[in-house]
Structure formats: C-alpha cells, structure tokens
C-alpha cells in the first residue's frame, strides 16, 4: 500500500497502529468532555448550587440530542473504513458527502425542536423551579451548538475513518483551548458577567471554531476522501448501514442520558435530595470524561477494525481486538484506583460546599468501581459494529444502562435510600459483562469467518493516490 493512510490501517504493526491512532483520539475525546468540564467548574465558583444543578440538568438532554448525531458519526468512520479496505473510494466519497448534508438537516431541526420545548424537557430532566431559570439561560446557546457539532462530528469521523486522527484532535482541542479561555471572560464580573449563560455562549462559540478547523482539512483538499455536491446521493442501502452501525453507540449515549435522568428523579424524593442531584451533576461530567477516555481507545481500535473487516483480514481483525482488550482493561483498573482513592479531593475542585463533596465521593465511586467491566463491554459492542452486526451491538448498548441500571436505580432507592443509588451501577456493570460473555462465541465465530472471504487473488484496497 502506498499511502500512509492504508498503510497505518493494513499493514503496520497493532500495537503502533493502535497507539498511533489512539493517542491523538484520546486527547480529542478529553478535550471534548473538558467542554461541559470547565463550565462546571467555572459555575461552580459562583458559589450558586442551583446554577451548578442546572448544568446537570442540561447536560443529559444535550448527550441525548447528541446520540442522534452519533448514528451518523459512527455509521460514517466504520463504512469509509470498510469502503476503503474495499477499494471503493467513490463510494467513500459518496457516503461522507451524503452525510454531511444530512447532519446538517439534522442540525437544524432539532435546534429548532430544542427551543421549542425547552421548557418540557428542562423539567422532564429534572429542573425544579428554582434551577428552571438557570437551566434555561445555559440551555438557550447549548442548543444553538447543535448546527456546529452535528457537522463536525460528521467530518471529523471521516477522518478517523481514513485513519487522519490528528486533523480531528487538532480541531477539538483548539476549540477546547478557546473554550477555557473564553469561559472565565463570559462568566464572571471582570468580564462581560453573564454568569451561566456566558458559559454556554463561550462553548457555542469554541464548536463553531472547531467545525471551521475540520471543515478546511477537506476545503484545502488535503482529504483521502473528497466531498463533491455532486457525490450527495441519498439512497435507502446507506442510510440503512450507517444506521445498523451507528445506532448502538447512539442508544448508548442515549441511555446515558437517560439514566442520569431516572437517577435524579429517584434521589430528588430523598432526604436531602437536592444535595445528592448537585454532587451527581459533577460526578455526571468526571463520568463522561472516563467514558471518553474509553471511547478514545476504542476510536484507536475501530479503523483499524473497519479497514481489516472490508479487506477480509480475519487475523490483524483478531490482533486488534487481543491487544485492545488488554490496553482497556489496564486504563480502567488504573482510573478505578484513581477515583476510589482520590474521590473527596477531585470532587473539591468543583465545590467548596463539605456535604456535596461527601456525596459525590461516594457516587464517584460507584459509579467507576468496575470500570473494567463497563470498557469490555463497550470493546464488544465496537468490534459487532466494525463487521455490521448493527443488532448486536444494540443488545449490549442497551443492556447496561437500560435494561439493567435503570430499573435498579428505580427501584433500590425506595428500599435503601442513598445506598440503592450507590449499588445500582455496580450491580448493572456485572450483570452486562455476563451478558456480553454469552455472546463472545458469536463474535469469535465471525472473526474466523473474515479468512474464508478474503479478497480475490491479486487485488489492492484502493488508495485514492
């Protein structure tokens, strides 16, 4: 293979392969929770618990309208992947060109969707009349960001999907860098003192930046794929792909959402209800940061497994699903360590107030305890989805969160209190790795199945120079 690209994806040893690829995503996906993070932390220091509750409040619902972005980002990185292990170029082309268009449609209607009931979902995630107005005022520019982040979602997972990871990080993380610099300026009293709004309007204002750094990757032509107004074709059979592949990690996030929604819900009708909803709000964004961090990883592994998946390469398919397991499993017994050890000082950087501090110690915890277990599952789900088993994937998204955390969540708390919050994740987290051993043997039995179907004789993954 001649270019760097195909090479990296093909060729390269997995272990380089994987680092090479998942280090500049790890840093993007950081970079991408540092945005909600750093707004957290700045509001936190208005000393306004209610002003700290409402971006707990916003921050599902804004993870949940994400998820719908997330069916077309994932369903892009993984076809552009497997088109190009294929040697279809054109229909790489054509896929990304289709899918901008559509993230844009999309971006638009549920901007406009977002501000026309506000107020309903503010309150269905859990916004109390006095949070509603802060809740609000964060809201309003939250979902204006939506027109730049469904796009830029879109090109920088065609880029991962040519294995052009840094022009990805390299956007997110000077949006990022603008993020931290402009929070403090929009926020507080020594610059324009717009208190929670200012927060979102400095994000808003970083993703749009972000979107133009990606957008000239494939303006300059610098691009492996190219986008062509003329390449936008809206057939039924890609949508249908990139629906059956994208929409695990989309009912994922969703569930994430979701869950952060009954969780509120369930300790706003205990004592001191109102503390444990402030703590879970900080604990909400220290989760999405591990969370990203796993996906960073994962986001090492997933070209690498899309590209071997399309060339029919069932052994480096294997050696990447080995080596990733392994790198996982490390990351997530570390982060456990952390937080388990670390909790009460972490949750001192966002909130001097002791008896938040005290809660979102013990939520930290169990909420990260079987990290490990948690970043299986999520490998799994990857690895279904780089061979298209859309289905798959969809029974492991849906297990952990859904089918197993929601419910318990729900439930325990009415007989143990705070302490039924505390064993609800633990106990989902376990119950989902049993799940996701059941069906191990299907996965195995697939990967084999890639060396029975390899390429003919002779042909090359086409690599567009």
């Not at 093909?10 to 707004?39: H, R």
Request: net charge positive.
């Amino acid at each position: 293979m001649e270019n760097r690209e195909s090479y990296i994806l093909g060729e390269m040893k997995i272990s380089k392969a994987f680092w090479t690829l998942a280090l500049p995503a790890i840093l993007t996906m950081i970079a991408k929770s540092v945005y909600s993070a750093v707004d957290t932390m700045y509001i936190g220091f208005l000393g306004n618990n209610a002003a700290l509750a409402a971006v707990g409040i916003v921050s599902p619902l804004l993870v949940l309208l994400q998820s719908f972005e997330t069916v077309l980002s994932q369903g892009i990185c993984v076809l552009v992947g497997r088109k190009l292990g294929e040697g279809k170029k054109e229909e790489a082309d054509s896929i990304v060109s289709t899918t901008l268009a559509t993230s844009i449609g999309f971006g638009i209607f549920f901007c406009c969707v977002s501000f026309l009931c506000m107020d309903p979902l503010l309150k269905l995630f859990g916004a109390s009349a006095e949070v509603l107005p802060y809740a609000r005022q964060y809201g309003v520019w939250v979902f204006v960001s939506i027109l730049f982040t469904m796009p830029a979602a879109c090109l920088n997972n065609a880029a991962r999907g040519e294995s052009a990871v840094k022009v990805a990080s390299n956007s997110i993380l000077i949006g990022t860098l603008l993020n931290v610099i402009l929070d403090p300026i929009f926020i507080f009293d020594f610059g324009l003192g717009l208190g929670v709004a200012g927060a979102s309007i400095a994000t808003t204002i970083s993703q749009a930046v972000s979107l133009l750094c990606v957008a000239s990757y494939y303006i300059r032509g610098k691009s492996l794929v190219k986008i062509r107004f003329s390449a936008v074709h809206h057939h039924k059979a890609m949508y249908r792909n990139l629906v059956s592949i994208g929409l695990p990690m989309a009912v994922f996030q969703s569930l994430i959402s979701g869950a952060s929604a009954f969780t509120n819900s369930a300790m706003a009708g205990l004592p001191d209800g109102d503390i444990y909803i402030t703590a879970y709000s900080v604990i909400q964004k220290l989760v999405i940061i591990v969370t990203f961090i796993f996906l960073g990883l994962i986001q090492g592994l997933q070209p690498i497994l899309a590209f071997s998946a399309g060339a029919k390469n069932g052994k480096r398919f294997r050696e990447g699903l080995a080596y990733s397991a392994k790198m996982l499993v490390l990351v997530a017994l570390s982060i456990s360590a952390a937080c388990f050890f670390s909790g009460k000082w972490i949750m001192s950087l966002f909130s001097p107030d002791p008896s938040v501090t005290q809660a979102g110690e013990l939520l930290l915890r169990s909420q990260t305890i079987f990290c490990a277990m948690f970043a299986m599952s999520f490998l799994i789900m990857v690895a279904f989805q780089a061979l298209g088993k859309g289905v798959q994937g969809i029974i492991i998204a849906i297990s952990r969160q859904g089918l197993l955390y929601i419910p318990l969540v729900t439930i325990l708390p009415r007989f143990f209190g705070f302490n039924g919050v505390l064993a609800a994740q633990p106990i989902a987290d376990l119950l989902s790795l049993i799940l996701v051993a059941c069906m191990f043997p299907q996965l195995k039995r697939l990967t084999h199945q890639l060396e029975a179907e390899k390429l003919p004789e002779g042909s090359q993954p086409e690599t567009g120079k």
